[in-house]
């Protein structure tokens, strides 16, 4: 039989042959077509708008088996109790109907399934409703979770960014220096896979990291006094590329400085008092940090990186 034109093609499985003939009857606008054997098969050689399935064992597997075909058509599945329509829903179903329905609902589920809608019974709404506020919670848990990615260091650093700080004014804020806001900054640059103070600002923000602060517009202004020249060298550094600073440990730190005073690596180990070979592991260490080879480039870099002053 030729459809006509904008007839929907409705393929029946697990039905029987009189409710095919009653819903032809019924809706004359519809094309009925029962599945004969593999309805995987009979679905990719059809090509049906609908799919109505009567619920059996493997009711599940078929579904899934025809969303990986990618094929676009809208899954119905018939003689689902109320209390199952959610775990349908989720499974991938396009509208539920239960074993009693009559086929004016039959018709309207299909009609509503083939435009993207579904006929929602209250216990659905209610359902869904309440999944969409634990799904809700959950994320919230999971923004709680990734934010400890985050130390509450760097955390607060962030925060101060967000407010509009540069890193000296974040650092007089912090009571740190300049150099360890730095590092903190390529932290959390790494973390959030950003390479900018605003995408970071931007990236937590989605997340909630930061609830309690607020933008604030970057304004000589608001700058304690004696800051405003800080805040446009830092902009000038940031603007000419400065850089990354390498994260060193404390005891790198401390062996670099006594690298930079000229000790040997014996000498080192004596000032220190740990083992010689404890000391050339740190310099290997910094100088991979740095990307260098040798001391001489390594104080070089050092001090250029302001992680070391000259005496």
Not at 292 to 297: E, K, L
């Amino acid at each position: 039989m030729a459809l006509r034109q904008n007839q929907l093609t409705v393929m029946l499985s697990g039905f029987g042959r009189l409710f095919a003939d009653c819903l032809g009857e019924a809706a004359p606008e519809l094309s009925i077509v029962e599945a004969d054997g593999d309805l995987l098969r009979c679905v990719v050689e059809q090509r049906p708008d609908v799919v109505a399935i009567s619920i059996d064992g493997q009711t599940r597997d078929v579904m899934r088996a025809i969303g990986g075909a990618e094929q676009d058509v809208r899954v119905i599945v018939y003689g689902v109790e109320p209390s199952q329509e959610l775990r349908w829903i989720e499974a991938g179903a396009h509208g539920c109907l239960p074993r009693d329905a009559s086929l004016a609902e039959t018709k309207q589920t299909v009609r509503l399934a083939a435009d993207g809608q579904m006929a929602a019974s209250p216990e659905l709404a209610s359902a869904l409703f309440s999944r969409l506020a634990e799904l809700t919670r959950a994320r919230r848990r999971t923004n709680v979770l990734e934010s400890l990615v985050l130390t509450s260091r760097e955390l607060a650093v962030l925060r101060l960014i967000a407010e509009g700080l540069s890193n000296r004014d974040v650092a007089q804020r912090l009571s740190l220096s300049f150099h360890t806001v730095k590092n903190h900054v390529q932290n959390i640059f790494k973390k959030t896979g950003v390479t900018r103070r605003k995408d970071a600002v931007d990236h937590a923000r989605q997340r909630g990291w930061l609830e309690d602060a607020e933008v604030a517009e970057p304004s000589d202004r608001e700058c304690p006094p004696g800051l405003a020249a800080s805040r446009i060298r830092e902009l000038a550094r940031e603007l000419a590329g400065d850089e990354p600073v390498p994260a060193i440990t404390p005891r790198e730190m401390e062996v670099l400085r006594l690298v930079a005073r000229g000790l040997t690596n014996k000498e080192i180990a004596r000032h220190l008092r740990i083992w010689l070979q404890t000391v050339k592991s740190h310099l290997h260490s910094i100088y991979t940090r740095l990307g260098v080879r040798t001391r001489r480039a390594a104080i070089a870099k050092a001090l250029r990186l302001e992680l070391i002053r000259e005496d």
